[in-house]
């Protein structure tokens, strides 16, 4: 392949006949991708379908436009939704992206998403390091729950803005790396060895502003020590292809439930969400202010339903709280607007500040002589001025749908075709499925009918190879994800990480550092996976290799 000279960032029209003519911007030396291959697995290559997928394999790979953004003619709406994800929010009520705080977990969305990619692995909390795409996961562990405290936020939030003052302090959060050695010494039969890390957290008493409350046998805001917070982390993943994701219809992921379960029934799987799903039938799902029930199909715990009401949707909200118009109100717990409005320091400052986000005249309630009143008021309040218009949140939600996905590499290397066939062989396609076709792809907004079929981009009937099951599974490693339950990654584009954003860091948090380690951390013996891990042992180095090969190709 001819090495070619682009001389723009991104190109807005990739197509296999386009694949040799890239433009992008900024002056440099990129291969472009690969032309379509002669070969049976040519459609694989189409890893987001022929509306969902771009040849390009550079560092911009997974911030490009999907086929179906042009083809709608949605181009402008794609950039524009493109600027509000890579700007950084501030306080300035005048200015551009304003909205910052009072409080946040970050103060823009490429923090967490480096290149929109998977985030990198930290050894040290930082809400301002580009790459840590760490959220923090605090939650109770007294008579075997889990759920999260009442006095955070499900996201915690590390930063804060003008009187206030941050729920933890950052500084005091400590990341341990420890090593961890498996049944097998981290050796493969054949002598060849790998390593093994997670992540410890720790978090003092004196680094939280809040008291530590959670709802305890029925009791709510019961006080807790230290000792009985768990605390882990959960790192984001990459957002292209999400709006293919959303387009897989509601009954296929239903059968793919109904056959994990008969496989679960059969004794092919060790674990099983009954309480979610049983005899085939939903017992839980998504929904919103509309009251229809959707299959729950994004976040590590399967927490939403369709895009428009998604992770990123949500995201542009609790992240950064600017406000829109569907949520005209702080991410916020009363449990910190009771500390915050209370505190001597606060309150000094808060009148002069105040002052300079709104008028008396508009927000009585904020100024009256009770300053402690005037601070809950504010914090709590649910007619905030709207800091993110309809239009440019509907622009954002174009950008986030229209994400393409790149395609797949060297599919027809004999090496990556031995690693799919034992990829298959091996039983990790099981959960790892290939493909999935799409729907008619209606757009669905659970909450506020602000998407529909007019005003996004649209994937109906695509044949795509995200490489999931869109299933929870349980792998019981060590210090592991909250609750255990964890939904099958995506694993298309992932190859392509450590050129995209300088790290190829897998699993819920970070802790494989390559594909290798990412597969022997599904070793336990009580994991869904322990079947294909043993049998992967069993392999001679060049086929692990071939499979490793694959993984990286797709």
């Known amino acids: 392949m001819t090495q070619t000279t682009i001389p723009m960032k991104r190109n807005l029209s990739i197509s296999l006949l386009a694949c040799l003519a890239l433009t992008a911007c ?50 402008f709406d794609f950039q524009m ?51 840590n795409g760490y959220l923090l996961v605090l939650y109770e562990k007294v008579d075997g729950q889990d759920s999260y405290l009442s006095s955070l936020t499900g996201m915690p939030q590390t930063l804060a803005y003008g009187p206030f003052k941050a729920p933890i302090d950052e500084d005091k959060i ?18 060849e ?28 805001n019961t006080p807790l020590s230290v000792d009985q917070v768990g605390v882990l982390l959960e790192s984001t993943i990459g957002i292209y292809g999400t709006g293919l994701i959303d387009a897989i ?34 017992k839980t799902f998504y929904t919103g202010l509309d009251k229809t029930p959707y299959v729950r199909r994004y976040t590590y715990a399967m927490s939403r339903g369709p895009l428009c009401d998604a992770a990123g949707a949500n995201a542009i909200w609790n992240i950064t709280n600017v406000t829109r118009p569907d949520r005209r109100y ?43 009143d005037n601070i809950r008021n504010y914090l709590l309040a649910k007619n905030l001025p709207v800091e993110m218009t309809e239009k440019q949140f509907l622009q954002l939600m174009v950008w986030h749908r229209g994400l393409a996905v790149p395609a797949a590499r060297d599919m027809d290397n004999a090496e990556v075709q031995r690693g799919r066939a034992l990829f298959t062989q091996i039983g990790c396609a099981q959960c790892h499925r290939p493909s999935w076709t799409t729907g008619d792809d209606d757009v669905h907004d659970p909450n506020n009918s602000l998407c529909d079929n007019s005003n996004m981009p649209r994937y109906p009937h695509q044949k795509i190879w995200p490489y999931t099951d869109m299933v929870q599974h349980k792998l019981m490693m060590v210090n592991d994800i909250r609750t255990g339950w964890c939904r099958t990654t995506p694993l298309w584009g ?46 001679s180095k060049e086929e692990r290799d071939a499979i490793i090969r694959f993984v990286d190709a797709i």
């Open 26 to 75: 900024g002056p440099e030396v990129i291969d472009p991708g690969q032309p379509k291959p002669q070969t049976e697995y040519a459609e694989e290559y189409y890893s987001g379908g022929k509306l969902g997928t771009v040849f390009n394999a550079t560092a911009s790979a997974y911030e490009q436009p999907s086929p179906a953004v042009e083809q709608s003619g949605m181009s």
């Open 81 to 131: 939704g493109e600027y509000f994800f890579e700007k950084d929010y501030n306080t300035n009520p005048d200015g551009a992206f304003h909205g910052l705080g009072p409080l946040a977990v970050r103060e823009g969305c490429l923090y967490c998403h480096p290149a929109y990619g998977h985030g990198k692995r930290q050894t040290a909390y930082h809400a301002k390091t580009m790459g």
């Open 174 to 191: 400590r990341i341990d790396w420890l090593n961890y050695t498996d049944e097998w010494g981290n050796t493969f039969p054949d002598g």
């Open 193 to 220: 060895t790998y390593s093994l890390i997670y992540p410890e957290v720790t978090i003092p008493a004196d680094a939280y502003y809040v008291p530590l409350l959670a709802t305890v046998n029925g009791e709510a």
């Open 249 to 282: 219809p509601d009954d296929s992921i239903t059968a793919q439930w109904t056959r994990e379960e008969q496989a679960y029934n059969a004794g092919y799987l060790k674990h099983w969400k009954s309480g979610w799903f049983e005899n085939g039938q939903w």
């Open 330 to 372: 702080h991410y916020m717990t009363t449990a910190y607007a009771d500390v915050a409005a209370k505190d001597p320091d606060v309150q000094a400052e808060f009148p002069a500040w105040i002052a300079t986000q709104a008028s008396a005249e508009d927000y009585p309630e904020w100024f009256t002589d009770n300053v402690e």
């Open 494 to 539: 992932r190859g392509l990480s450590k050129l995209v954003t300088g790290a190829e860091d897998r699993l819920h948090d970070c802790r494989a550092r390559n594909t290798m380690e990412a597969i022997m951390w599904h070793g336990s013996a009580e994991s869904d996976a322990r079947q294909s891990v043993e049998q992967f042992r069993q392999l």
